[in-house]
Nanobody, 121 residues
Framework: QVQLVESGGGLVQAGGSLRLSCAAS????????MGWYRQAPGKQRELVTA???????NYADSVKGRFAISRDNAKNTVYLQMNSLKPEDTAVYYC???????????????WGQGTQVTVSS
């Protein structure tokens, strides 16, 4: 199995910044895409951003130009730098990793426990 440990959430004023981290550990053979999702109260979980093993990225329109995803493959860690935060960014942020646990296993998704990000106006 793969365990994901997130950190970096918290309370920040509008216009501020936060940096989230997610470290993967356990039975990891290879990691494909790493990403961040979020879920606000009463809403469905949505993709915020993702990064492939080759470094290609994609972002939700709502965060383009404000958020930046990066990864450190040596540390099996993905980061989310969030700038110019808005109250509507308030949500629980979840790390997602698509990984193989062995040479002949099928890639599967693993999820972090979630970290709360609250942006006050």
């Amino acid at each position: 199995q793969v365990q994901l440990v997130e950190s970096g959430g918290g309370l920040v004023q509008a216009g501020g910044s936060l940096r989230l981290s997610c470290a993967a550990s356990g039975s990891i053979f290879s990691i494909n895409t790493m990403g961040w999702y979020r879920q606000a109260p009463g809403k469905q979980r949505e993709l915020v951003t993702a990064i492939t093993s080759g470094g290609s990225t994609n972002y939700a329109d709502s965060v383009k130009g404000r958020f930046a995803i990066s990864r450190d493959n040596a540390k099996n860690t993905v980061y989310l730098q969030m700038n110019s935060l808005k109250p509507e960014d308030t949500a629980v942020y979840y790390c997602n990793v698509n990984a193989m646990t062995g040479r002949r296993t099928t890639p599967r998704d693993f999820w972090g426990q979630g970290t709360q990000v609250t942006v006050s106006s």
